[in-house]
């Protein structure tokens, strides 16, 4: 079985241009989240999806950052104007269930993210 | 407000000792939920236990153990007679959403290094 596919492995990009980060969560896993780990600093929550829906979205830094989940398969991360901060480690994850049934979330190996 | 302390940055060790990676956390919730991940050199983050606020019984699975003492607000992870293959970054996260248990608070991760 396929485990959550990120793409680019890594991506080099100037200040100021957009940059969209892929991640193929594991099949049939309806629950989707977006992590990022910026130099120096812990891992934070981004948002979570259920299905194609945004059901928190309180990590998210600001309006630069647009994610989306069309057809609750594969999510994009798009960062537009990409800023210096905005380098690190973004990571997607997904399960199966949430709440007391929810089961281990499954990493992808992350998307290594340099704004230059 | 919530938070995960590893106080330790890096650990390193010679094969075949014992070795303790430590774990505290704050939180005003009682009903909470901690974890560790492994990141391996590869870069995924991999799952490697789950424990809710309710179950404080010590956990042993194969060389890995977990001590959870709530009074001490602790969740420290010991793995017995270690082996080069356990060198990697392993984080500690808690959570406190109920109903979305992956909003996750990392501590800053400890990079434990296994010497042959």
């Known amino acids: 079985e396929a485990g959550v596919t990120q793409f680019p492995s890594h991506s080099v990009i100037e200040k100021g241009q957009t940059v969209t980060l892929r991640c193929d969560p594991i099949s049939g896993h309806d629950n989707l989240y977006w992590y990022r780990r910026v130099m120096g600093k812990e891992i934070k929550f981004l948002l979570h999806f259920v299905k194609e829906s945004k059901q928190d979205e309180s990590g998210m830094p600001n309006n630069r950052f647009l994610a989306e989940r069309t057809g609750g398969t594969y999510s994009t991360l798009k960062v537009q104007p990409a800023e210096l901060e905005d380098s690190g480690v973004y990571f997607c994850?997904?399960?199966?269930?949430?709440?007391?049934?929810?089961?281990?979330?499954?990493f992808g190996q992350g998307t290594r993210l340099t704004v230059v | 407000a919530q938070k995960v302390t590893q106080a330790q940055t890096e650990i390193s060790v010679v094969e075949k000792e014992d070795v303790t990676l430590d774990c505290v956390y704050e939180?005003?919730?009682?009903?909470?939920?901690l974890f560790w991940y492994k990141q391996p050199p590869s870069g995924e983050l991999v799952f490697l236990i789950r424990r809710n606020s309710f179950d404080e019984q010590n956990e042993i699975s194969g060389r890995y153990s977990w001590n959870f003492q709530k009074s001490t607000s602790s969740f420290n992870f010991t793995i017995t007679a270690s082996q080069v293959v356990d060198s990697a970054v392993y984080f500690c996260a808690l959570s406190e959403a109920m109903d979305s248990n992956y909003q996750l608070i990392w501590g800053a991760g400890t990079k434990l290094i296994i010497k042959p």
């Open positions: 994850a997904s399960s199966q269930f949430t709440g007391f049934r929810s089961t281990e979330a499954f």
């Open positions: 939180t005003r919730d009682t009903t909470y939920y």
